[in-house]
């Protein structure tokens, strides 16, 4: 029987990432989010070994092969604040607590590009390299290995089994055409979205095929707030309209909003519903998740698309399976020695 590498998985959110590893041969024993909803997906779609809590609280920790780790990056995107005094950031540095404690023998951090330059990943890898983990660090955009989506991520590994091969990035990249192509149920309870305000619905109707908020500033003005005049050419992907021929730009959680990005469905006047957006992750439109709408795009936009945590898994499971082939070649010569 084939040996399926047991998995850890922190801040797990709704189980994107475990769900490419898994597709990969990996076995998840434990998911720690604070996120009830999160961890309600979870156990419903990837593995019934979800749990809320903090993961602070460091007891009865199974033996994996294997720990994920995907910390708060609000404090390092340059989307967001990047302040350097959000608590949330030290919570990376239980990571190497969680490491020791499961025995790991190769651990997968995944954030921001930004996180790499940041005090707490000193410290962090410090401390893995203290319990004897090399360490490496990649820049992957999900783009390139399958995804219909620009998303570039840091992924720190620590390994105790040897350096890890990059993963192979793949020919083309896959268009918003392709993804949309196969058509949804209309009993999907997930190909939802939000009903357009009246004047919504007026802004929508004035932007062209792959246009945004300059195109309705040209075309009404009267349907424009002074803010978009004031912020120029900046946030040019606000009230945005996703061009079918090329990947969607990075999904974020407020995906159904389409103030905060390129979210307005290509064709049609309504943002992209909840189904297409998880799709863009990778998601297989069997995956149901649970919570109202704005919980479930929070979880959708949060994860690690499918896609990309099946690249790793591919690097991470050779790693893992070389390692325990080197062990039992060695076993017999080290009791010959005995």
């Not at 850890?8 to 959110?13: A, P, R, T, V």
């Not at 990969?24 to 434990?30: K, R």
């Not at 979800?50 to 720990?67: M, Q, T, Y």
């Not at 570039?152 to 896959?174: N, Y």
Request: aromatic share 6%; hydrophobic share 40%.
């Amino acid at each position: 029987m084939e040996y399926r590498p047991r998995l850890i998985d922190l801040f797990s959110g709704a189980g994107l990432f475990s769900g490419g590893l898994q597709e990969c041969g990996f076995d998840p024993v434990l998911a720690i989010d604070v996120d009830k909803n999160a961890i309600a997906s979870y156990n419903h779609n990837v593995a019934p070994c979800g749990k809320v809590g903090s993961v602070r609280e460091i007891e009865n920790v199974p033996f994996a092969d294997v720990l994920l780790a995907g910390p708060p990056c609000q404090g390092f995107s340059t989307l967001g604040r990047r302040d350097p005094l959000d608590e949330r950031n030290d919570l990376s540095l239980v990571i190497p607590l969680w490491a020791e404690a499961a025995r790991a023998k190769i651990v997968v951090i995944e954030n921001v590009p930004p996180f790499l330059k940041s005090p707490q990943w000193k410290l962090l890898t410090s401390a893995l390299r203290s319990q004897g983990f090399e360490i490496s660090t990649w820049e992957l955009d999900a783009v390139n290995y399958g995804a219909p989506q620009r998303r570039r991520r840091s992924f720190t590994i620590a390994s105790k089994v040897g350096e890890l091969e990059l993963p192979e990035a793949l020919p083309g990249a896959k268009t918003i055409l392709e993804t949309f192509a196969k058509p949804i149920s209309a009993k999907d309870p997930m190909h939802v979205w939000p009903i357009p305000s009246a004047l919504a619905a007026d802004r929508m109707e004035h932007i062209p095929i792959g246009g945004d908020k300059r195109d309705i500033m040209a075309a009404a003005p009267h349907l424009s707030p002074p803010s978009w005049s004031k912020m120029g050419c900046q946030a040019t992907d606000v009230w945005g309209r996703m061009l079918l021929s090329e990947p969607a730009n990075t999904l974020r959680c407020n995906f159904q909003n389409p103030s905060k990005g390129r979210y307005i469905h290509p064709h049609e006047n309504r943002t992209i519903s909840l189904r297409e957006g998880a799709r863009l992750q990778g998601v297989p439109d069997s995956w149901q998740f649970v919570g109202k709408p704005n919980q479930v795009s929070r979880q959708i936009g949060n994860g690690v698309p499918v896609h990309l945590g099946r690249a790793i898994g591919k690097s991470v499971y050779s790693a893992i399976i070389r390692s325990l082939t080197s062990e039992s070649s060695v076993q017999p010569a080290l009791a010959i020695a005995s």
